[in-house]
């Protein structure tokens, strides 16, 4: 708990209506969407504006205060489950849209704006923020930054990171600096913009953002392909990429998947068949056409049993809308939800289908998969019971061997959900001890004092171990 | 709230809540943008079913001590359930809340006073028909003998809370206890017989809003529904559900299961969506109890809202509905559309009207802020929630509000006296207003429709 000095100083700061500390207030920002154990922080503190983020920030890191910065909590890897000496930092009233330039076609916002929102606003004026994590209806876009979130628009468009223009970040120091700006050129030193992307809350407070938007494409299609087996499906994955057709959308649900989605959604998907491709192209409507022609035959000639192109925007939004909420429909199968986000390059998509398969066999565990097949980033999904210890650890084995055969292949143990605290015994799988210890000297060198969101990613009061 | 009941709630939390149900929730946080407490609180996650789910599972897994905050916060839901109808998970929310609720209410030492008047409102009228007779009966009195007049030119109103008051001057005319008392048992279809259903009656509904009961009944057998209207009915109990008395709820489910148990009828139809949906969650109250749970899902599989049979009855098609030019637009009732899934029916009965412009409002499937006894116990919220609706329905520029629960009715009706149209309506009259409103409940309209012989042409 603060000493009421200290929180005495957070009132003056902040006013008292943005700083809670009770057992209830702290309890709702004890968790994120991970099944991870919740953690009560110390207390809750909501700024109203830059300035008072940075008095927060002296404040913290002359206490030696941890700070959480919270979005909407709907992180998959512990990300923002705070630890108990730690505020939590809260952005709902910085949540306005800054200004919307289209002559630069840019669009500047507070943390605290809700991803969807940006659509909604943008889309308005005929442009467009390709990034749709599917928690977009509730995430704010200062989440999304800092854990460089994707989503099923990435294959064609990418991810947050690549919209982030410039930031404004209060330091651990508590010191305001500006990243970047409107600039389609800029190499004025260390691209501290993108560093701070995908950082995970651990080197600052992203407290603004200008993003780079696109005009809005002209037309869309979307269309579903059944498949007979999980293989044909993922090959065609590949052979569409390797014809040099880059979709907005190809994503791929198993069969376990297509089920509870459709128990929720109802949207009519089937659910007879072994793998189901949602695609969706968008473009001049002459070239989605031809693309989404040329994708058909491919799904054909892959075997597969029956394609389907929806009629409208409505229908296609529909089952977009049905993929988004299939993580979440999944935990209607067990209490607990385990799941990954394990990366391969395209070309490996078959290959690692197949492992998953393996490893859910030799652990006795189910595993279904979803996910964002077109860039290789795949949710296996393991529907189980936190409560049952014996269960749970072997999916968590199943897991461990997931991420080690996704290396081998070339990816990563993350695509989009960040490491957190569940991924961090596989980051050296990917990067390496000597990468983590090039990442602590730079938080070290930020945040000497450790205290944005310690714990997270790697324990930088651990030394790595090169084997 | 004192040690003891600190340490009880905690025991009963753990011994009763259904904890794969609290684990069921994976925190995903998609419930959040269509929780109305979450939003007008602003973002609060405490004000969130997310938050709430949260509270209840650590209290329940021993890791949070329980104190009056938890019961503020938990009491702080509406209950509309617009969390449960979009969560992927399917977490069984309300299911959670009742619980909860009635660990904490029969838990806690009330004062005295509130001991009292949860008494009298819970087990004195709405647990016993008859006193609820008794007492519509007295408000008819009240509303038609000068007492009403002389209360509100008086000041004497002012004495009591504001909420209180909006409510006591958008009651409808309540029937009389003579018309209370003779309501028929059986009723034949008017034509061809196309089908037999049963009639709930409800508490409310067969006293306060008689009338729309009595059109509700007229209506039916219009559509060609012969009618059994079985005694013995009692109150649905949503309101004992809601709020904490579990087990006077449990008795009432009984007596409304053997009502209709031995009654050879296709349906059991309702006119109230708050009514109809906690009819149909009967088989969760009994969930744990063997010998009523059967009977109780019998008994829900046959319930059926209004606008549903009279949409399956093809009514609005075998007759010509018309009513004078008017812009229309829908309130929905939120236990109507997320509980018993209707929501098109009603919908599609206005669209048929000949000379109803049907305008959807913006958010009609979000809580009004009435949720039963809610508007009164929370007036600043629900107040807060009323007026965001009202900026929505005065934008359709609609002259009639159509509602399909008796809460949800008084409800709009508070809103338009709070963005004070009601004098305007009384003085100019609705033909003659800039931007009048005119409120009324769904039965009542449908029914004004019969009534009106004329609009069947």
Redesign the interface.
Known sequence: MLSKDIQEKFIAIVGKDNFECSNMERAAYSFDSSPLQPVLPAAVVAPRNTAEVSEIVKLCNKHLIPIVSRGSGTNLAGGTRPTEDAIVLIFRNMNSVVELDEENLTITVQPGVITSDIHTIVEAKGLFYPPDPSSMKMSMIGGNIVENAGGLRGLKYGVTGDYVMGLEVVLPNGEIIKTGGKLAKDVAGYNLTQLMVGSEGTLGVVTEAILKLIPKPETKKTMIALFPDLNSAAQTVSDIIANKIIPVTLEFLDKATLKVVEDYAKVGLPTDCEALLLIEQDGPASIVERDINKIAEICKAANAMDIKIAANDQEADKLATARRSALSALARLAPTTLLEDATVPRSEIANMVRAINEVAAKYNVQICTFGHAGDGNLHPTCPTDIRNKEEYHRAESAFAELFEVAVKLGGTITGEHGVGIMKQSFLHLKVGHAGIEAMKAIKLALDPNNIMNPGKIFDVTKTEVSV | MNQNEVTLIRERFREKMNS?QL????????C??HCPTFIIS?????S?PR?RI??MR?VANG???P?A??EK?INECLGCLACESV????VKYMELLEDARDIICQTRQYSAPVKLARKVIFKGLFKKQKNMDLFIGALNIYQKSGLRFIARNTGIMKLFPSSLVATEKVLPEVGSYKAIKNRPVRLPAEGEKLAKVGFFKGCLMDTMFITENNKTLKLLQKAGCEIEIPGGQACCAAIHGHSGEKDDAKDMAKLNIVAFENMDVDYIITNAGGCGAYLMEYDILFQHDPQWHDRAKKFVSKIKDISKILVELKFHERFKLKLPNQVMTYQDSCHLRNVMKTFNEPRELLKSIEGVTYVEQKNAHTCCGSAGTYSILHADVSMQILDAKMKNVLDTKATTIVTANPGCLLQMRVGIEREGLAKEMNKNGIKHMLSPIFLISSPHLLVRVCNLTILFV
């Open positions: 794969d684990q069921n929730c994976m925190r995903c946080g998609y959040l943008p602003g973002g609060k996650e405490t969130s938050g949260a509270l650590a890791e949070l001590e104190d905050e938890f916060i969560c992927p998970s399917g």
